[in-house]
């Protein structure tokens, strides 16, 4: 099964940029083997929520609080997904995480749910200070 890694959080002032990556120890497609990979953030107290994804047929789609500040995507090699973010705000202040799951179909992100997802990346701290 695939394992999910993230890196690139950390602490930006108001209006900065950070990229998160997330690592696959595989493909996400090929081999007849294709993932709807997310982003998902929690704030404290508070259930996980839907930022970005990439469905299985490649189709984006994002939440509206973050729609033309944040850009995800995917290397050509299907092993790394991206998330840009772009004039970051204090109340994007989150733990981030990266989900993939193979029999996800049909949703976008706004409709998508943490139990939806079988896999996980351990989280990686967005901290937006004004």
């Known amino acids: 099964q695939v394992q999910l890694v993230e890196s690139g959080g950390g602490s930006v002032e108001s209006g900065g940029s950070l990229r998160l990556s997330c690592v696959a120890s595989?493909?996400?497609?090929?081999?007849?083997?294709?993932?709807?990979v997310a982003w998902f953030r929690q704030f404290p107290g508070k259930e996980r929520e839907g930022v970005a994804a990439i469905d299985r047929d490649g189709i984006v789609s994002y939440t509206d609080s973050v729609k033309g500040r944040f850009t995800i995507s995917q290397d050509n090699a299907k092993t790394t997904l991206y998330l840009q973010m772009n004039s970051l705000k204090p109340s994007d202040t989150a733990m981030y995480y990266c989900?993939?799951?193979?029999?996800?179909?049909?949703?976008?992100?706004?409709?998508?749910?943490?139990?939806?997802?079988?896999?996980w990346g351990q989280g990686t701290q967005v901290t937006v200070s004004s």
């Open positions: 595989e493909p996400t497609h090929g081999r007849g083997r294709r993932y709807c």
């Open positions: 989900a993939a799951d193979s029999g996800l179909i049909g949703y976008t992100i706004t409709e998508m749910r943490p139990h939806m997802f079988a896999h």
